[in-house]
């Protein structure tokens, strides 16, 4: 069996493909920008995910950002796993989503732009039969954040700052036993819940992966 890539890494965020958008802007300019994201967004779409594994990861993560979040979430956790040598556990045992030798942990992503810096961490299940959680954010630059928490941390976290994935009032939550849950923030220096979630940071010399 083939090995994986390692996550490579990373470099400073590509340079916009327009300058600022404006009323001559022409409509054959924006045309050809349409175009030319469609066929990306179609080559990538039909690669196996053996081949997106081979990808460095500026490119994928770069692919990944044409892609809708429905589209690119499966993707990136495909390849997070899959560089971690995690295996995927099927969504019916309500144990997680990956095995890792510390136990079934959840794995979420999140992918920021300069325009939204707004960490989304989305479909947490506390009644899930967990160890723990690991949380991945891909900053604007494509630097990859990896911060791992345990289960009663992270039931502390939803706490202070969480909130039903689906928009219910939070109070009924505590009467139904398998509500998801979300947590959002500004992924921004001086935010209280970044600064609070930097101590849950994997150090970059206990990384498999890094995008130092």
């Known amino acids: 069996m083939p090995s994986t890539p390692a996550l490579d890494s990373h470099t400073s965020a590509p340079a916009p493909l327009l300058t600022p958008l404006g009323d001559d802007q022409s409509i054959a300019d ?3 920008l349409i175009a030319r994201v ?3 967004n179609a080559a990538t779409t039909d690669l196996s995910d ?6 460095s990861w500026s490119t994928f993560i770069r692919r990944m950002r044409l892609l809708s979040p429905q589209a690119w979430s499966t993707r990136v956790e495909k390849r997070l796993l899959a560089a971690h040598h995690w295996k995927k556990l099927p969504a019916s045992l309500a144990c997680g989503d990956a095995a890792t030798p510390s136990g ?3 794995v979420k992503a999140t992918v920021l732009t300069g325009a939204n810096p707004r960490a989304n961490f989305v479909q947490i299940r506390p009644h899930h039969d967990v160890a723990g959680y690991h949380l991945f954010v891909v900053e604007a630059d494509n630097h990859l954040v990896h911060l791992t928490l345990t289960k009663e941390q992270m039931a502390e976290e939803l706490d202070l700052c969480g909130g039903l994935a689906h928009g219910t009032k939070k109070q009924k939550a505590h009467l139904d036993a398998h509500a998801e849950f979300a947590i959002r923030f500004d992924w921004t220096d001086n ?8 101590a849950y940071e994997v150090p970059a010399t206990e990384r498999c992966c890094c995008a130092e």
């Open 38 to 40: 469609a066929a990306i």
């Open 50 to 55: 053996e081949a997106l594994n081979a990808l």
């Open 30 to 32: 924006l045309d050809e």
């Open 191 to 198: 935010n209280p819940t970044r600064e609070r979630f930097r």
């Open 104 to 106: 079934n942990f959840e």
